[in-house]
């Protein structure tokens, strides 16, 4: 800055002598000749400072690079054992409201009032109102048997099965098949009722339509004949059949 100031100090001296040196009295004002730039300086402590957040920007951002490599290879194994024969438990999915339940209901004047649908206390079936049409496989991602039984399944079931793994990398099969592979987590494991691997989550249908069907699968069944006789459970009497409240 002070280099730039005597500098400038230092021409505008000389030019001022030269003018009173060559300059007739009546001189004219010849104007602005060329182009002229401010003189600017970047003030180091604000340079100090960006170059501080520009090193903790790219620290963080190294950082989570690291995580996101990391992170589906340290997902949990949850341990379910592989199922060891072919049986659907029957699962009700019925839970107990905490809270009323409210909805937006149109009166005779056009206007919408909340109205309470469910009290607090009430037992609700949400099967009772809405009935999936898809189903999720739970499988052992690192199982190479289960892999496959699932890339089969989701061969001849590309839209209605969602890949569900229970233990493994999820990411490696999902680049693999280019589309989304879930991983499971604890409650959706204790929710639906998922105790092995192999298993198919789906709705049961006549006497147990209101209930969730979950079949697990043992290794001569790995098959999408197996998955299609266990679509909406397995009855008992049809194979094998279990249940559970």
Request: aromatic fraction near 8%.
């Amino acid at each position: 800055m002070f280099y730039n100031l005597l500098t400038s100090f230092a021409i505008a001296t000389v030019i001022s002598v030269c003018g009173l040196m060559t300059a007739p009295a009546d001189a004219l004002d010849l104007g602005v000749q060329g182009q002229l730039y401010t003189i600017q300086e970047i003030d180091m402590r604000e340079a100090i400072i960006r170059s501080a957040d520009d090193e903790k920007v790219k620290q963080l951002q190294a950082e989570q690079q690291a995580s996101a490599k990391t992170f589906f290879e340290q997902l949990p194994d949850y341990g379910l054992p592989h199922a060891t024969e072919t049986i659907t438990r029957w699962v009700d999915p019925s839970i107990v409201l905490t809270q009323d339940i409210q909805v937006p209901q149109k009166g005779a004047d056009g206007e919408y009032t909340w109205q309470i649908l469910y009290r607090k206390g009430t037992r609700v079936n949400p099967l009772a109102t809405v009935t999936p049409v898809d189903r999720m496989l739970f499988f052992d991602g690192s199982d190479p048997d289960q892999v496959q039984f699932a890339l089969d399944v989701l061969k001849a079931h590309p839209i209605d099965v969602l890949p569900v793994e229970v233990a493994g990398n999820p990411k490696v099969l999902s680049e693999k098949i280019s589309r989304p592979v879930f991983y499971a987590n604890e409650g959706m494991l204790s929710r639906f009722g998922i105790r092995e691997s192999p298993s198919l989550l789906g709705v049961g249908q006549g006497a147990h339509a209101h209930r969730l069907a979950v079949t697990g699968f043992a290794p001569q069944d790995y098959t999408v004949n197996a998955i299609n006789a266990a679509w909406y459970g397995i009855e008992v009497g049809n194979k094998k059949g279990g249940n559970q409240q």
